[in-house]
């Protein structure tokens, strides 16, 4: 029974570096190795070329790429015909910091080139295969291969069969949680039996009360302190992804307004509901003007896409359907950069009145204070700590006035 308490504490250690452990950090892929993203020496793709790098290498959703190339260069996403033609006018997004982190949100294939004249034709350029996560997050599908030729939507008159299946997820970091409170709920239960049975051993567990309660406190604020759950925005509210009503861009209820209405962080997700008729593409701008299917980067046709904003800039939807994208289904948003994120990438230009307008010349500074959850959480931590340090002092005080009492008890005795 005096062991008890060694083995709670050493239980609460466990399930810490469960939690800890819960949550591995991304792989990390230096693009190029120790050269970095820059020209081959060659000077052609036949040797030493990022395309014989990134096969050597095995990318899933979630690695990070991580791009260093000098002040004069920079890293453009684009679709497959602009890697193919060296296009530079086609790019989705564009990077010129000098040290950019693209991380891998979806599987497909990406393809990246230098935005410097002349360097993509010289071999700076890299198509990378993303594979799907074997224990990634239930977010968007794997999107379809795109086809050479624009517009082939699932045949028109099929017979299709709905039906919702709800799924309770029990993830690794909510089994742990649940184990902790079980714990922290089992300490205390003991301690409060103990002090009924044996009152001064009960006085004397308060020290590992304190303790455990400070290391649930621990726990809550590590939690607090990683990143919010994602905001989740219903493209086209109730409707969902649908052609407008009046067939336009400029009616009320086009998809532009509704993005305008909206502030879009890294991280949020864009949910897409469309009928299995439809599709979703992401394009670049040029494609986004003209409605040019065959331009498009990704395409998703499953009827229900969850796509994740993973970087600054504007990004182009289009719809897949013949005559669906001149008929105003169709989409720019713009993507701010979140708190404490990389540096944010240079927007694409766009053609004014394609994406959300940009903001005026003049510019203010607002200072938010926010109480977080993190913040109450630490400030019920120091909280404790003082009160642990108290009942500290107090106790030690209540022994040493023990102690003198029973020495001037004992000199007592002797005296008589």
Known sequence: MASLPLALVAASCVLLLATSAAAPPPAVHVVGGEKGWMVPPSGT????????WAESHRFVVGDVLGFKYSKNDSVLLVPG??????????????????????????????HFISGAPGHCQAGQRMAVRVAAALSSPATAPAPTAVPATPG????????????????????????????????????????????????????????????????????????????????????????????????????PSSFN?????????????????????DSVLLVPRNGYEQCATATAVSRFDDGHTNFTLDQPGVFFFI?????????????????????????????VPATPGTPPAAAGSSSQTIVVLKLTTSAVVWIATVCLFLFILICVLFYCNHQQVKMARDFIRCRGQIGQ
């Not at 602009?82 to 990406?110: K, S, W």
């Not at 289904?329 to 990438?345: F, I, Y």
Request: charged share 15%; with cysteine; net charge neutral.
């Open 45 to 52: 793709e036949a040797s030493s070329s990022f395309n014989q």
């Open 81 to 110: 015909d602009g890697y193919e033609q060296c296009a530079m006018a086609g790019a989705v997004i564009r990077f010129d910091g000098g040290h950019t982190n693209f991380t891998l949100d979806r599987p497909g294939i990406l």
């Open 152 to 251: 082939n939507p699932p045949a028109a008159g099929s017979t299709t069969t709905s039906q919702t299946i709800v799924v309770l997820k029990l993830t690794t970091s909510a089994i742990v949680w649940v184990a902790i409170v079980c714990l922290f709920l089992f300490i205390l239960t003991c301690i409060f039996s103990e002090r009924e049975l044996h009152p001064p051993r009960g006085m004397a567990s308060l020290p590992l009360a304190l303790v455990a309660a400070s290391c649930v406190l621990l726990l809550l604020a590590t939690s607090a302190a990683a990143p919010p759950s994602p905001a989740v925005h219903v493209v086209g509210g109730e409707k969902g992804w649908t052609v407008p009503p009046s067939g336009t861009e400029t009616s």
């Open 319 to 347: 719809s897949g359907a013949p005559g669906h994208c001149e008929a105003g289904q169709r989409m720019a948003v713009r993507v701010a950069t979140a708190p404490a994120a990389a540096p944010a990438p240079s927007a």
């Open 257 to 277: 307004q509704w993005a305008e209405s909206r502030r879009f962080r890294v991280g949020d997700v864009l949910d897409f509901k469309y009928s299995t008729n």
